[in-house]
């Protein structure tokens, strides 16, 4: 078996080759009709041969919306309408959420509004029944007479005729 050791780790090195991420082919890919770079944006460097980075210019090529593949284009579009779509849903919902909540807000008002008439209401039944127990209490209390009614009683038991 055929090892070397990497200056890196320390260990001994295998024979296997790092996987290769999902997206990109196994061998990549050269193309020889490439364009000239347009020095527009960003260039990276994977090589550190100036440690004076802050005064590198940037270059990259801006991509442009005609370069997009009509699939992806068609897709894209697509994803767009179904997000306006979604978006209407949500205001929809919201605004039938919010009518809901207040027709719910009034019917509370009016709920309290109605406990407490009705509280209104069983205070002055409790009035008036106290106030009837009173009074059939106070009927039931003989009343104290008059020296004239007594007098005048007497005079009823001695002779009947003279009765008012």
Do not use: H, W
């Not at 009683?153 to 005729?161: A, G, I, M, N, R």
């Amino acid at each position: 078996m055929l090892t070397a050791q990497s200056p890196f780790s320390g260990r001994l090195k295998s024979g296997r080759r790092p996987l290769q991420p999902k997206n990109s082919p196994a061998t990549p890919v050269v193309n020889n009709n490439v364009k000239p770079n347009l020095k527009l944006g960003i260039e990276i460097s994977l090589t550190d041969n100036n440690s004076n980075k802050e005064n590198q210019l940037i270059y990259t090529t801006p991509t442009k919306m005609e370069s997009l593949d009509p699939s992806l284009a068609e897709e894209l579009s697509a994803i767009r309408e179904k997000l306006d779509r979604l978006r209407l849903e949500r205001e929809k919902t919201e605004k039938l959420l919010k009518e809901r909540d207040l027709m719910l807000e009034m019917q509370m008002n009016e709920m309290e509004k109605r406990g407490q008439v009705q509280r209104m209401l069983e205070i002055e039944v409790d009035r008036l029944y106290r106030l009837n127990q009173l009074r059939s209490s106070c009927m039931r209390v003989t009343s104290i007479r008059s020296l004239r009614d007594k007098e005048q009683e007497k005079k009823v038991k001695e002779d009947p005729s003279v009765a008012k």
